[in-house]
Nanobody, 128 residues
Framework: QVQLVESGGGLVQAGGSLSLSCASS????????TAWFRQRPGKERDFVAA???????????YYADSVKGRFTASRDNVKNALDLQMTNLILEDTAVYYC??????????????????WGQGTQVTVSS
C-alpha cells in the first residue's frame, strides 16, 4: 500500500521560511513524477512544483510562476522523500500543501488528475 506523509507545516510570519517534507512508503518516488500542490479555502488545488526526469534520467524541476525564485523542490532518492523549501513567504502562500506522486513519469505535471498517489496535506499559514 502506497503512503505519502507530509510534515513541516505550521505558522510563519510573512517574509519567513518554512520547509516541508513528504515521506513515501510502498512506492519508489524516483520512478515517476513527484509534486507539491496547494489548496486555499474555497479554491481548486493548484500546482506548486514538481520533480521529474527527462532524457538520460536527467532531473527536471518545474515551478508555478507564483513561487519561482522563492520555493525549491528537491527529491532525496535515498530517503525516498520529496522536500519543499519555502522562503520569502507571503500571505497568499497560506494553504494546505499536498504531496503527490505518479507511478511513472508524466508530461503534464501541473494537472492533479495525472497523479496516482496523494498525501493527506499539511497546513501552512503565513501571518502578517
Amino acid at each position: 500500500q502506497v503512503q505519502l506523509v507530509e510534515s513541516g507545516g505550521g505558522l510563519v510570519q510573512a517574509g519567513g521560511s518554512l520547509s516541508l517534507s513528504c515521506a513515501s512508503s510502498g512506492t519508489t518516488l524516483e520512478s515517476g513524477t513527484t509534486a507539491w500542490f496547494r489548496q486555499r479555502p474555497g479554491k481548486e488545488r493548484d500546482f506548486v512544483a514538481a520533480v521529474s526526469w527527462g532524457p538520460l534520467r536527467r532531473i527536471i524541476t518545474y515551478y508555478a510562476d507564483s513561487v519561482k525564485g522563492r520555493f525549491t523542490a528537491s527529491r532525496d532518492n535515498v530517503k525516498n522523500a520529496l522536500d519543499l523549501q519555502m522562503t520569502n513567504l507571503i500571505l497568499e502562500d497560506t494553504a494546505v500543501y499536498y504531496c503527490a506522486a505518479s507511478a511513472s513519469r508524466i508530461s503534464n505535471v501541473i494537472r492533479p488528475t495525472e497523479y496516482d498517489y496523494w498525501g493527506q496535506g499539511t497546513q501552512v499559514t503565513v501571518s502578517s
